[in-house]
């Protein structure tokens, strides 16, 4: 079983909160994104899916920290990467889940 396309959806009990996002993500005033989703393949999954659902095609800047601290935060902002530079973790990481999904849906049928 290979679907031709892989589709994401808002489950109903993030809906509301998907909303919200999308409303704020939306707001002409919003001219650039900051990416603060976890460091690493899936915080890029997670976060570019959300950008992804809500139709939303603005400049993106990514901030990395592994830690919460207010210095490396502070240090994250000073230091936005591109969102160029980690759109490689990104597919890396869609193409693992399809890859997953199509695994475990035919290994279920064995």
């Known amino acids: 079983m290979i679907p031709e396309e892989f589709q994401y959806e808002v489950t109903r009990q993030k809906a509301k909160q998907f909303n919200v996002v999308k409303t704020l993500l939306r707001k002409?005033?919003?001219?650039?994104i900051i990416h603060?989703?976890?460091?690493?393949?899936?915080?890029?999954?997670i976060v570019r899916n959300i950008v992804n659902l809500c139709n939303v095609?603005?400049?993106?800047?990514?901030?990395?920290?592994?830690?919460?601290?207010p210095e490396a935060i502070?240090?994250?902002?000073?230091?936005?990467?591109?969102?160029?530079?980690?759109?490689?973790l990104y597919y890396e990481a869609y193409t693992r889940a399809c890859a997953d999904w199509v695994?475990?849906?035919n290994a279920e049928s064995i």
């Open 28 to 32: 002409p005033d919003v001219d650039e």
């Open 36 to 45: 603060a989703g976890d460091a690493g393949r899936e915080g890029e999954l």
């Open 57 to 69: 095609n603005k400049p993106m800047k990514r901030l990395w920290i592994s830690s919460l601290t």
């Open 74 to 88: 502070y240090e994250g902002f000073q230091n936005l990467k591109s969102e160029e530079k980690n759109r490689p």
């Open 103 to 105: 695994v475990g849906m």
